[in-house]
Nanobody
């Protein structure tokens, strides 16, 4: 059974940076490399939002609200997906989730103080 565990969230001031990690277990590195990976966020009072995608064929896409500030990457040998977040804004506050295939992580809280 594939499981995803996120980490790296926390409290940061506006303009600061964080790097989130998402580690997959229960799957080989070879198979993990065939999965598209995604980061979502849940902001209170709003629907869960797709933030970034990195496909198995290395195609990137980002929500307009984070373009130029967030970077998704992956290390298939470590079964890990990253989300580098720079120039953080108060509006980026929320719970961030990773998804690989149909498997979701439990989320990690990001709080940006204004």
């Amino acid at each position: 059974q594939v499981q995803l565990v996120e980490s790296g969230g926390g409290l940061v001031q506006t303009g600061g940076s964080l790097r989130l990690s998402c580690v997959a277990s229960g799957i080989s590195s070879w198979n993990f490399g065939f999965r598209d990976v995604h980061w979502y966020r849940q902001i209170p009072g709003k629907d869960r939002e797709l933030v970034a995608t990195l496909t198995a064929t290395d195609t990137f896409s980002y929500a307009d609200s984070v373009k130029g500030r967030f970077t998704i990457s992956r290390d298939n040998y470590r079964n890990t997906v990253y989300l580098r977040m720079d120039s953080l804004e108060f509006e980026d506050t929320g719970v961030y989730f990773c998804r690989a295939g149909e498997t979701w992580g439990q989320g990690t809280q990001v709080s940006v103080s204004s």
